[in-house]
């Protein structure tokens, strides 16, 4: 596609709801990235696929954050038992492979968990 | 945890005025880059500057980097009211496998 998709834009969740997040990378992008960008603050990161492989996952908060993508391609973030504390927006990013690669966004899906 | 602080935190000039922004990080890197962030919206790559380069251009934007220092500067010449935005730098480190880590962000606002 012509840049990296986010589904849904905005999210609302009830406290103890699960959740799931949709990334559509830029076709031919072999690394994906999420990151969780509370307000007012920079990016963090929060795991890293190269193909369908989860190569690092060292970002996810607790073991209610799980994240997969299965064909290499689009990925999903899943939250379960949301928290208020998960209030935040969720970027998507892809990148070609290698070092001194540049990252392409998307536009995020902004989670509010009352 | 964040690598890069950025300083000064928030910055407001007048149209016309060039912006600096600074950034200093921790760890050693293979290269450092600058995002650009309007509000709502995702990061934006501006510019790329490897560990063995000291200065990089693109159109109005000028990047240094001291890796003796841990810092790097961008320099947003003739600033325009659309260069209203966030700015943040994130590092790579050298192993390549390791996911860009980002600072906290400049707010920079230009008023016209």
């Known amino acids: 596609g012509a840049g990296v998709s986010q589904s849904p834009r905005y999210k609302v969740a009830k406290r103890g709801q699960d959740v799931a997040l949709r990334c559509d990378p830029i076709s031919g992008h072999v690394s994906l990235f999420w990151y969780q960008q509370a307000l007012g603050q920079g990016p963090e990161f929060l795991t890293y696929f190269q193909n369908e492989a989860q190569l690092d996952k060292s970002g996810l908060p607790s073991d209610r954050f799980f994240a997969e993508r299965p064909e290499g391609s689009v990925s999903t973030l899943k939250i379960q038992r949301t928290q208020q504390e998960d209030s935040a927006v969720y970027l998507c990013?892809?990148?070609?492979?290698?070092?001194?690669?540049?990252?392409?966004f998307g536009s995020g899906t902004q989670l509010s968990v009352l | 945890s964040q690598q890069g602080e950025e300083d000064p935190q928030a910055l407001s000039i007048q149209e016309g005025e060039n912006a600096t922004m600074n950034c200093s990080y921790k760890t050693s890197i293979n290269n450092l880059q600058w995002y650009r962030q309007n509000s709502g919206r995702g990061l934006v790559h501006l510019i790329l500057i490897r560990s063995n380069e000291r200065e990089k251009h693109s159109g109005r934007l000028r990047v240094t980097l001291d890796t003796s220092k841990k810092s790097s500067s961008l320099l947003i010449t003739a600033s325009r009211a659309a260069d209203t935005a966030s700015y943040f730098c994130?590092?790579?480190?050298?192993?390549?496998?390791?996911?860009?880590?980002f600072g906290k962000g400049t707010r920079l606002s230009v008023i016209a």
């Open positions: 990013a892809s990148s070609q492979q290698g070092q001194g690669r540049k990252l392409f």
């Open positions: 994130a590092t790579e480190a050298y192993s390549g496998n390791t996911p860009l880590v």
